[in-house]
């Protein structure tokens, strides 16, 4: 079974960086797309970005300019640099990954971001 890891986390201060990682358990088959997400209190879930195991990437507007989204294949790892972070950047982010030709999700536990001074 699929188990998703993450660590970087933890408390940054204003434009300051974080380099998020996550690790996915076992071999990973067929078409897939890894991402993180991020969730606030009070706030819906959303999309920061995602990478295909094609290499291709997208990323939510609101951190376009400032984050890098990454793979490693031979290493089941993804990974989520973050740079000139924002008080509105704190939430707690989730791994995912998505198995296309199943259509099904894996989630990691989450992890805190928190950018304040």
């Known amino acids: 079974q699929v188990q998703l890891v993450e660590s970087g986390g933890g408390l940054v201060q204003p434009g300051g960086s974080l380099r998020l990682s996550c690790v996915a358990s076992?071999?990973?088959?067929?078409?897939?797309?890894m991402g993180w997400y991020r969730q606030a209190p009070g706030k819906q879930r959303e999309v920061v970005a995602t990478v295909t195991n094609g290499g291709t990437t997208a990323y939510a507007d609101s951190v376009k300019d400032r984050f890098t989204i990454s793979r490693d294949n031979t290493k089941n790892t993804v990974y989520l640099q973050m740079s000139s972070l924002k008080p509105e950047d704190t939430a707690v982010y989730l791994c995912?990954?998505?198995?296309?030709?199943?259509?099904?999700?894996?989630w990691g536990q989450g992890i805190q971001v928190t950018v304040s001074s």
């Open positions: 995912n990954l998505e198995l296309i030709w199943s259509r099904t999700n894996h």
């Open positions: 076992g071999t990973i088959f067929g078409v897939n797309r």
